[in-house]
């Protein structure tokens, strides 16, 4: 019996949609001079778009 449960991704079409999210938060707190939500704002888009590029090496890698 095998009871391990599929892998399921959390984001399976990539972080697209956070980074469009988390950039809407960035500019919004540019817009409201808003400095501490621009400091953490920025640190959530700086995690997803690294996690983008990581993903995007990853799926070249399938494909060489």
Do not use: H, W
């Amino acid at each position: 019996l095998n009871n391990m449960k599929k892998y399921k991704t959390r984001y399976p079409n990539g972080y697209t949609e956070k980074i469009g999210y988390y950039t809407y938060k960035v500019n919004k707190a540019i817009e409201e001079l808003n400095p501490s939500d621009l400091v953490f704002y920025t640190a959530k888009l700086e995690y997803f778009m690294n996690r983008q590029l990581e993903l995007n090496e990853r799926l070249a890698e399938l494909v060489d």
